[in-house]
């Protein structure tokens, strides 16, 4: 058996596993767009850092993406979101929380989780800084 080799395979196997975690992080990022209570900015986050060491074609496709590659790039720059982005979530995730809190959910634990999960989100938002296009 020829030991270099090893750490070839070993490095295939870890970079495919990055390629599928990072597809499997877009996918959800892409479904917290329209779902209030899952985090997109984490997902796209965490794809980045998967495909930033697995894939540097994956990667450029990520961060200039039609749909949230400026965004996601401004988030990793430290520039922040843009305010008209912030109330729009904002006001999409407490309109959300607030009909299933109320109409969708009976139990009081759950309630409070859900505006706990709300309150957390929304103090995120509001600490990243404004980005002024």
Known sequence: MN?????RVLKSWVRFLLIIAGTIFVGLGILGMFLPLLP?????LLAAACYGR???RLYNWLL???WFGKYLRNYLD?????????IYAISLLWIVVGISAIFAVDNLI???ILLIV?????TH????????E
């Open 64 to 66: 200039h993406n039609g």
């Open 78 to 86: 430290k520039k922040g979101i843009p305010l008209k982005i912030k």
């Open 54 to 56: 697995s894939s540097q």
């Open 40 to 44: 997109t900015t984490p997902f796209l």
């Open 110 to 112: 759950v309630r409070i």
């Open 118 to 122: 709300a309150a957390s989100v929304t």
């Open 125 to 132: 938002l509001v600490l990243v800084p404004n980005y002024k």
């Open 3 to 7: 030991i270099n080799k090893q750490p």
